[in-house]
């Protein structure tokens, strides 16, 4: 059986990987070098300098693609470097249409940085397609969308969107962080580019950071592949090897997060003092059949607001806890909770955050993989 014809679990540790040629490594080496010998100028073994290419993230590259069901894969030194190279896709004047519900980062790229050299952001619900449509203009180059989005898990039919777009023969690029490949393949429901933040799910345990993009289009691997070299926000190959091998297990850590993700979201909806849980599972959730069929399983994100909550209810609340722990990120082995309107969406100004309901008392979950007991547990001491 050809490795590309593998079901997921066995893509996860196989995927886009040979044993290491020199003396049959299983696992790849860490390849700590910036350079390589050339026996003649122009002439060497496939690597001459490290910031073009090392074996190591080649690796990690080819894993991430496999997973994606892409061709190419480009690894960076964090998702933001990854947005960042995608971004450089465009030229002055250009238009991106991009998710309302964008995480914070995101939109500090687009408004603070890309808006300064000509380019355009327009942002979208992205539920009605014929509002989507006629967004777009001669202008119009990208659209850039998260599904479920950061922090409302709202949930964007991707299928759909790429029908407009290449209707329109627009890009379409999906941070797909938040599902990860074991949940949703954007490129095979028609994106041409997904991101990750690999530093999340991916490499899983909260000790790197990393970003990926994948592409199935050789030409437009070669744009990447270009700007990759060019501008040099790449990973470092110790990055590289710690990542491939949280992806090993990715498939093994999702289901764990999916299903203490379900016990938890029940668990606050059912919560006396909680008033709104966000969670794609729920059946009322907006475009909840959407999520069913374009994903695999719901994850372990969700965000909530306590009863009557403000501001200084949900610190309150975030500082009682003590398993979750208050921090920045999300996807590790570890169960983190964080307030999005003062640390991953402190840069959207409040006006526009509460419009698309990051409201001050929002909380945002990131479920872990421990005994899903101790969990509630923590959860009803901070409640109560």
């Known amino acids: 059986m050809s490795k590309k014809e593998l079901k997921f679990n066995s893509k996860a540790i196989h995927g886009g990987q040979q044993p290491e040629k020199g003396y049959g490594a299983v696992m790849p080496p860490i390849y700590q070098t910036s350079t390589y010998a050339q026996s003649t100028p122009g002439e060497h073994k496939g690597y001459e300098y490290s910031r073009v290419s090392n074996p190591t993230r080649t690796a990690l590259e080819n894993a991430v693609a496999s997973l994606e069901n892409g061709s190419y894969g480009m690894a960076f030194g964090s998702g933001m470097a990854a947005i960042d190279a995608a971004m450089k896709l465009l030229s002055p004047g250009d238009e991106v249409i991009c998710t309302s519900d964008l995480y914070g980062g995101s939109y500090r790229l687009f408004k603070q940085v890309y808006e300064k050299y000509g380019i355009k952001f327009l942002f979208s619900g992205m539920l009605d397609m014929e509002e989507l449509e006629a967004q777009i203009t001669h202008n119009t180059k990208l659209v850039w969308l998260e599904t479920p989005t950061n922090p409302m898990m709202n949930i964007i039919d991707i299928e759909a969107v790429a029908k407009v777009t290449q209707k329109h023969q627009v890009l379409l690029g999906v941070d797909n962080t938040f599902a990860t490949p074991y949940l949703q393949r954007p490129l095979d429901l028609g994106a041409d580019i997904v991101m990750h933040s690999a530093t999340k799910y991916l490499a899983g345990h909260s000790d790197v950071v990393v970003g990926a993009l994948v592409v199935k289009d050789e030409k437009l691997a070669e744009q990447l592949y270009f700007i990759q070299k060019s501008s040099g926000a ?92 208050l921090a920045e990120s999300l996807g590790g082995v570890e169960s983190l909770v964080g307030h999005p309107a003062s640390m991953s969406h402190g840069s959207v100004p409040k006006e526009e955050r509460e419009k698309n309901g990051v409201v001050d008392a929002l909380i945002r979950l990131s479920v872990g993989i421990e005994d899903v007991d101790d969990l509630i547990a923590d959860l009803e001491q901070a409640l109560n």
């Open 234 to 325: 790449i990973c470092g190959p110790m990055d590289s090897f710690l990542t491939l091998r949280g992806i090993k297990t990715l498939h093994v850590r999702m289901q764990r997060h999916c299903e203490n993700g379900e016990v938890i979201a029940n668990f606050l909806k059912n919560h006396p003092n909680i008033d709104k849980v966000y969670w794609p599972g729920f059946e009322d959730h907006p475009n909840h059949k959407i999520a069913k069929q374009q994903m695999d399983g719901y994850g372990g994100m969700i965000s909530f607001v306590p009863k009557g909550g403000d501001y200084a209810e949900a610190i309150k609340i975030v500082e009682k806890l003590e398993i979750f722990t």
